[in-house]
T-cell receptor, first 115, second 114 residues
Framework: GAGVSQSPSNKVTEKGKDVELRCDPI?????LYWYRQSLGQGLEFLIY????????KSGLPSDRFSAERTGGSVSTLTIQRTQQEDSAVYLC?????????????FGPGTRLTVL | AQKITQTQPGMFVQEKEAVTLDCTYD???????LFWYKQPSSGEMIFLIY??????QNATEGRYSLNFQKARKSANLVISASQLGDSAMYFC???????????FGTGTKLQVIP
C-alpha cells in the first residue's frame, strides 16, 4: 500500500519568508510525528498528533513553528519568517496508534534550504 | 545526560561478516521500547527491529538481531552476513513509558567493504 508521502521534496526559500511543509500519512494511522534532521545529525522531535490534537508540542524550536492536522489525516508544518538555521530535512512519520510496540513509518522528507 | 548514546560515528565491515553497532540508553522508566532504524543515502528512514523492556527474548528480524542487556542498559544491533546494501546510517531510538516522543541517537555510519 501507499506509504507516507511528503511535499515538496525540496524547498529553497529566502530568509524571512514563510514555508509550508505537507505530510500525508498512511491511511488509517492515527498518530503522526514531525522530526527535523540537520546535516549529519540525528533526528530532533518536533511535535506529534494523536488524531487532530497535538498533546506534545515540546519540541517546537520557537513560536515561528506551528503545525496542524485536519481530518485525522494530512498535516502541515508551517515555519514563519524562516531563518538560515531552519535549513534541514523535515521528516514526517505515522503509526497506527501511540505508545508501546507500534512502529513509526517515515516519509522521504522535505529538504528545506533557507538562503 | 543523553538518553540514547551511539559511540561509533563510523564503522567498516567486510562483506559477509557480522557487525555489532552499539547503543546505550538512559531511563528510569521501567516501561520503554527500543528501536533501530536504517537510513540509506537516499534519506528514507527504514524500521529494522524493536525490543520492549519487558520482552523476555532478544528481538530478531532476519539478519538483524538486538542484543538486549537490560542491566547494562544496552541494545546493540547485530547484522549478520553483511551485504553491500547494508551501507547506511543506523539510528538507535527509545520511547519511554506512556510518552509518545521517540528520542534518537546521533547514528552510526556503516560502510560494507567488498
Amino acid at each position: 500500500g501507499a506509504g507516507v508521502s511528503q511535499s515538496p521534496s525540496n524547498k529553497v526559500t529566502e530568509k524571512g519568508k514563510d514555508v509550508e511543509l505537507r505530510c500525508d500519512p498512511i491511511s488509517g494511522h492515527t498518530a503522526l510525528y514531525w522530526y527535523r534532521q540537520s546535516l549529519g545529525q540525528g533526528l530532533e522531535f518536533l511535535i506529534y498528533f494523536q488524531g487532530n490534537s497535538a498533546p506534545d508540542k515540546s519540541g517546537l524550536p520557537s513560536d515561528r513553528f506551528s503545525a496542524e492536522r485536519t481530518g485525522g489525516s494530512v498535516s502541515t508544518l508551517t515555519i514563519q519568517r524562516t531563518q538560515q538555521e531552519d535549513s534541514a530535512v523535515y521528516l514526517c512519520a505515522s503509526s497506527e496508534r501511540t505508545g508501546g510496540r507500534d512502529t513509526q513509518y517515515f516519509g522521504p522528507g522535505t529538504r528545506l534550504t533557507v538562503l | 545526560a543523553q538518553k540514547i548514546t551511539q559511540t561509533q560515528p563510523g564503522m567498516f565491515v567486510q562483506e559477509k561478516e557480522a557487525v555489532t553497532l552499539d547503543c546505550t540508553y538512559d531511563t528510569s522508566d521501567p516501561s520503554y521500547g527500543l528501536f533501530w532504524y536504517k537510513q540509506p543515502s537516499s534519506g528514507e528512514m527504514i524500521f529494522l527491529i524493536y525490543q520492549g523492556s519487558y520482552d523476555q527474548q532478544n528481538a530478531t528480524e532476519g539478519r538483524y538481531s538486538l542484543n538486549f542487556q537490560k542491566a547494562r542498559k544496552s541494545a546493540n544491533l547485530v547484522i549478520s552476513a553483511s551485504q553491500l546494501g547494508d551501507s547506511a546510517m543506523y539510528f538507535c531510538a527509545m520511547r519511554e513509558g506512556g510518552y509518545q516522543k521517540v528520542t534518537f541517537g546521533t547514528g552510526t555510519k556503516l560502510q560494507v567493504i567488498p
